[in-house]
């Protein structure tokens, strides 16, 4: 059972080393007679992702159910242990628990750091940092797409393993999907890249925040994030490609056939409920503050927007608009963005199901001989997709809850224990209590705490299931 995923997971690991070479060259660019701390730990993720992949090679048509679950939780794990070696080789005095929290907290696109001054850092580090946010973003779709057809393998599986909803079987190869796919990741931090640019950003800034807003990521080459640009221009456009980064990348395959952008029930309802709540917050905020009412609306719209796409870059600090919005805030990070998207939480579609599912229940209540269609737009889910959807809700506020009493039990008071929980669970990074919130860091956490919060953001990216399921015992029976 464990060759095909110790060979995949090798094979990541080798590409993860090769990616380190990009920043290794940034350090090279910059000062010839540099030691980059990026080129030790490329050649050492290398050397032990190539030995993993050669010493387990096989060939193999399919994995199994259980070889697919572990494939996603492994390799994601095993990519945040070794993504730290650069930081450890640049400063040997950071904790292992530090880094692996910074690391785990960039591929899996949660943003949240533990460092209080990222403007002291080498570009190279920086530069890292978005790369993971980057390829955390894109992760399961990078494991279906780029790298297990490359080994022969049917990526269809692990790529239901985080968008287990989806009911977009529009294109019968996937592969062909799969390809549009990175081709529109790519296309967008490109074009978010050079519009920030247009509006003034430096290019070093530009390529970053591009891939932190596409992949809804939420790290920053700045302390105070988008604030220090003190630009609207740059933050209108951070907010359009953080919503584009939490709409389906297949609704951009299908947004040039005819028809198609309006055929997606999923994203116009997102799209509402961001104007709607941005809109909310909005008028409350000028109502409550000194802000006039364009900046009640700059602020808000920008919050609510990073916030509900679960990618954690700010404009301003929320939580100093009072204990009533960041209340606000904690919920809507719950919401997430749409399946199928890099955004992480619950997701629009399932809410959408619920919804659905308790309007059939209310309304046969009132009218119990009628026959009442379940339906989410134009899809009829299926009972088991149903099931699959309160199952997952409701394991994901368990575990959420749960890590919260866990963190509190270290010492930590429960508002901020509860507030982490979330923060991480929900993959939003940004914490509703000031320690945590846009002008906080993870740092003062004790080691405990942080591999708790490693757990947690784990355990969101990766659709809670996926990972609880090898903790069973049945799991592992033969």
């Not at 350090?27 to 290398?46: H, K, Q, Y």
């Not at 891939?211 to 003190?230: D, Y």
């Not at 299926?382 to 199952?391: G, Y």
Request: aromatic fraction near 16%; glycine fraction near 8%.
């Amino acid at each position: 059972m464990w060759q095909p995923v110790f060979m995949i997971s090798g094979y990541i690991l080798g590409i993860l080393g090769l990616i380190m070479f990009v920043p290794a060259g940034l350090d090279l660019a910059e000062d010839a007679n540099t030691r980059s701390p990026f080129i030790p730990a490329a050649v050492i993720t290398m050397f032990f992702g190539f030995s993993l992949f050669l010493a387990n090679y096989t060939k193999v048509e399919k994995i199994s159910l259980k070889q697919a679950y572990l494939v996603t939780t492994v390799s994601w794990c095993i990519v945040g242990a070794f993504a730290t070696l650069p930081f450890l080789f640049f400063n040997q005095s950071y904790a292992f628990a530090d880094v692996f929290f910074e690391t785990v907290s960039g591929v899996t696109g949660t943003g949240a750091t533990i460092l209080s001054d990222v403007e002291s850092l080498p570009h190279s580090i920086l530069l890292w940092r978005s790369i993971l946010n980057l390829l955390g973003g894109l992760g399961i779709v990078i494991f279906a797409v780029a790298l297990l057809p490359f080994l022969g393998i049917g990526g269809m599986r692990i790529f239901q393993r985080e968008n287990s909803d989806s009911n977009d079987k529009f294109m019968p190869k996937f592969s062909y999907i799969a390809k549009r796919i990175v081709f529109v990741y790519t296309a967008l931090v490109a074009f978010c890249t050079v519009s920030l640019a247009f509006c003034g950003m430096d290019w070093f800034d530009a390529v970053n925040h591009a891939m932190s807003a596409i992949g809804t990521g939420g790290f920053s080459t700045k302390n105070n994030s988008v604030a220090a640009f003190h630009s609207v221009s740059i933050e209108v456009v951070i907010m359009f490609f953080m919503l584009a980064g939490s709409l389906p990348l297949t609704f951009y395959i299908l947004i040039f056939r005819h028809g198609a952008a309006n055929k997606n029930y999923q994203v116009s309802v997102f799209l509402k409920m961001v104007l709607y709540c941005s809109l909310f917050v909005s008028v409350y905020l000028f109502a409550t503050s000194d802000y006039s009412l364009w900046q009640s609306m700059r602020y808000s719209f920008f919050s609510v927007i990073s916030i509900m796409t679960t990618t954690g870059l700010s404009s301003s600090d929320f939580v100093e608009w009072g204990v009533w919005t960041s209340a606000v805030f904690m919920l809507l990070s719950l919401s997430g963005g749409c399946t199928g998207s890099t955004s992480g939480s619950i997701k629009i579609f399932r809410w959408q199901v619920i919804y659905a599912y308790l309007h059939k229940y209310v309304l046969s209540m009132v009218e119990p001989n009628r026959i009442i269609p379940l339906k989410v737009g134009s899809v009829n889910p299926s009972q088991n997709v149903i099931t699959s959807v309160f199952v997952y809700v409701f394991s994901f506020i368990i575990s959420m809850l749960l890590i919260g009493v866990a963190i509190s039990l270290c010492g930590v008071d429960f508002n901020t224990s509860l507030a982490a929980s979330v923060a991480c669970m929900t993959n939003v990074g940004v914490g509703s209590v000031e320690v945590i919130g846009p002008a906080g860091n993870y740092a003062f956490f004790s080691e405990p705490v942080k591999y708790l919060l490693c757990f947690a953001m784990l355990l969101g990216r990766l659709e809670v299931i996926t990972v609880m399921v090898i903790f069973t015992r049945s799991f592992w029976r033969s």
